[in-house]
């Protein structure tokens, strides 16, 4: 596998720094996350996600849709089962795949009365509460023969916002309004990421009594997010400021692509 690399143009919608950090010299050029190659049965399991639902003001029940992507990169149908377990709550169904078809598969409360959890602990943001999280396994067969799977770690809660008398926005947290302090969040200049340093910044951020960090048009690795989640820590994802990013009344049709 050969990979050619280009250094940005003024006008690519690459990694910039405008005033955040010297602009490093070679651009942020090459690949700078991990690569990973990796085999799968006959339909492959991507992008899982759990939206969750909780019912206000009692916290008593919480609603959760679960949800990912099923690739059949094969040229025949195939039919898959796609089961998912949250400790003791089991649900599958079955699903008929196309030739070389992508689908995205739902399992919703309506439908599965099970994903309505009582009692639910709730995730809350550094310091208001725990950050209780709950495992989803989800497992996609063929034939009875496992072909792939995943494991997730979730929270429960319940986002929502709302403009005040006066303006401004109020952010909620299962219905208790947070008070959203946060700072902006830059990693390494060279995108050079390590585990290590990302706990020890976290740790920094909490003890600051900070609750949210914002990206600037850098978007950290899964591994991060799911730090920040662990710790009670929110993320305001944005687009990078004061650069092409921001002038999209210049963009071209590739820009938009």
Known sequence: LAVEIFPPRVNDLAITWVDWNPSAPDKEMGLWRDVCVTTTGPVALHDPQVLTRVDLPSLDKARLTVSADLQNPGLHPVKATFKGKIEGIEFQQTVDLGAQETRRVT????????????Q????????????????????VNVNRTPSDQELIRFGIREMSSELTGKGYRMFRVNGRPILIRGGGWAPDLFLRPSAEREIQEIRYVKDMHLNTIRFEGKTESNRFL???????????????????????????????S
């Not at 662990?230 to 590739?254: F, K, L, P, T």
């Open 226 to 256: 799911d730090l920040c989640d662990q710790e009670g820590i929110m993320v305001i994802a944005g687009w990078c400021c004061c650069d092409y990013w921001e002038h999209c009344e210049r963009w071209s049709d590739n820009d938009y």
């Open 107 to 118: 399992f919703t409360p309506d439908q599965f009365p099970q994903l309505i959890i009582k």
């Open 120 to 139: 639910p602990r709730l995730w809350w943001p550094a310091p208001v509460g725990p950050q209780n999280r709950y495992d989803l396994n989800l497992q």
